[in-house]
């Protein structure tokens, strides 16, 4: 997680090691004092909020309820969500953004408090507590099975979220998570290594980290963290389009400057080291508690 990385990131890049995340979001690497050696293949919150947002706006959300936790990923999304809103013409007075923490025994207090603020849409910025969450806003009347239109982010929107809430009670939920329309093929080529996989979040992210260091180690002609890290964010803009390693290794070999384009598709690292581009899977819980998805959001660039 963002928090997690946070706490290991100042050792990691004074050492002059890349520190490569698939899956951290959080606005504060942005502008973090990484020294130049830490990267992102997941968009930044400051584009899944875009995201959410957008979500909330084309269903007719006026009047908004944001319950987040309170960590540098809660806080983070729930700041960025509610200035979205603001900038699509919801006024402040009809934003409410309630922070909880986490590890609390209830959230009795938090839902309470938004059932009186009488919203038309929820956005619940959580990880597994979030259950408790939609629980308690289903005692109340205002879940997602009760036909409360309620939003989930990538920490939440996940089949584990599903197998911890009584079904049908997130019949209805919606929200975003980072994801690209990878294709069967690729699917398929995890399972093959892991039949049992039902989540994908991620995977292509992993993928894409993994193929731009490779690359970037090759244009540099070095393994060394510092050299590698110099030349991961050129391998991703600005040269000659290529969609795999296998295509791309050949034309970084001859000199060539690349624009590697993954699985998750078009990168375009900004100066920060982290793509300029989201695409986000608009997900849908059913009434048996499974996700689909239903279309995709791409914001940035």
């Known amino acids: 997680s963002s928090s997690v990385s946070l706490k290991v990131i100042d050792k990691v890049s004074s050492a002059g090691v890349v520190m490569f995340s698939p ?133 939440n929107m996940g089949n584990a979220l599903g197998e911890s809430v009584a079904a049908p009670l997130l019949d209805g939920m919606q929200g975003t998570t980072p994801l690209t329309d990878v ?35 090759e244009s540099a002609k070095s393994t060394a963290g510092r050299d590698i890290a110099a030349n991961i964010n050129n391998v991703t803009e600005g040269g000659t389009p290529c969609t795999s390693y296998q295509e791309c290794l050949p034309l970084v070999q001859a000199g060539t400057d690349v624009d590697y384009n993954g699985i998750t598709g078009k990168l375009d690292f900004a100066a920060a080291g982290e793509p300029s581009i989201g695409s986000y899977g608009k997900l849908k819980f059913g009434a048996d508690n499974k996700l689909t998805t239903d279309g995709y959001i791409v914001v940035g660039g």
């Open 183 to 217: 294709g069967p093929a690729f699917q398929d080529r995890l399972k093959g290594i892991n039949p049992g996989l039902i989540d994908f979040n991620y995977a292509g992210e992993a993928y894409d980290a993994v193929v731009i260091t490779a690359l970037a180690a």
């Open 23 to 155: 899956a951290n979001t959080s606005d504060q690497f942005v502008c973090y004092p990484d020294k130049g050696q830490y990267f992102r293949t997941a968009p930044t919150d400051v584009l899944q909020a875009q995201a959410v947002s957008q979500l909330i706006s084309d269903d007719g959300g006026q009047r908004v309820s944001i319950l987040a936790l309170n960590d540098p990923y809660g806080t983070g999304l729930a700041d960025n969500i509610q200035k979205n809103l603001v900038d699509a013409g919801i006024p402040e007075d009809q934003i409410q953004k309630i922070i909880y923490d986490p590890n609390a025994q209830s959230f009795n207090s938090e839902v309470d408090q938004v059932k009186d603020f009488a919203p038309d849409a929820v956005a619940v910025v959580g990880f597994e507590e979030s259950a408790k969450i939609i629980t308690r806003m289903h005692e109340v009347g205002i879940g997602p099975s009760d036909g409360m239109k309620v939003y989930g982010v990538d920490g």
